[in-house]
């Protein structure tokens, strides 16, 4: 089946950094990748949702210059959290999909833990 | 707004007992209902799905009815077994949007 990565699975930085988190698709060419964020014991929460090529759409209250997220192939989306803050600590997940269907495959998630 | 409602977890079942996670939506349309499925440490997968009022999704024996007029997309399990522990996710997605918003997430642990 359809296999999406993420890279690193895990990381700890320290405040006012910024860490790039990747997300890859193995096996298939994802025309749309979204990015999710998941706090504990909580649902995931679409923050946006990027086409290759294109400007990502994000959702309303995402912050799009704290969270940049780059589409520029079509096995690659990556997603740079910004100046990064203890409160941005979560878990971050990728999904991706063919383009045109309701079907999304999804990564592993990434921790990203910000002293 | 859009949105999920799921069962609390966690659900702890002996083996081989029969489940039940409840699940209702509020959507402005007429939407697809999904279950995810995560295993520790792996990313969600598709279980189930359903696309229309009436029909049924099932995998792995695992089902799933939409029914409109309660607004719910129960999943149900006649006979569960310890390799079913994991985080279930019911979800709607809108036609138009491919975005998908999910309930909270119902852990269930399977004892043997």
């Known amino acids: 089946g359809a296999v999406v990565s993420q890279h690193p699975s895990w990381v700890i930085c320290k405040s006012g950094t910024s860490v790039k988190i990747e997300c890859r698709s193995l096996d298939f060419q994802a025309t749309t990748m979204f990015w999710y964020r998941q706090f504990p014991k909580q649902s995931l929460m679409l923050m946006a949702t990027s086409n290759e090529g294109s400007k990502a759409t994000y959702e309303q209250g995402v912050e799009k210059d704290k969270f940049l997220i780059n589409h520029a192939s079509l096995t690659l989306s990556t997603l740079t959290v910004t100046s990064a803050h203890p409160e941005d600590s979560s878990f971050y997940i990728c999904s991706a999909s063919e383009g045109g269907t309701d079907t999304q495959y999804f990564g592993p998630g990434t921790r990203l833990t910000v002293l | 707004g859009d949105s999920v409602t799921q069962m609390e977890g966690p659900v702890t079942l002996s083996e081989e007992a029969f489940l039940t996670i409840n699940c209702t939506y509020t959507a402005t349309g007429y939407p697809s209902l999904f279950w995810y499925v995560q295993y520790p440490g792996e990313g969600l997968q598709l279980l189930l799905k359903a696309t229309k009022a009436d029909d049924k999704g099932s995998n792995k024996g695992f089902e799933a009815t939409y029914r409109k007029e309660t607004t719910s997309f129960h999943l149900e399990k006649g006979s569960v077994q310890v390799s079913d522990s994991a985080v279930y996710f019911c979800?709607?997605?809108?036609?138009?949007?491919?975005?998908?918003?999910f309930g909270s997430g119902t852990r269930l642990l399977v004892r043997p």
């Open positions: 979800a709607l997605m809108m036609d138009s949007s491919y975005k998908l918003i």
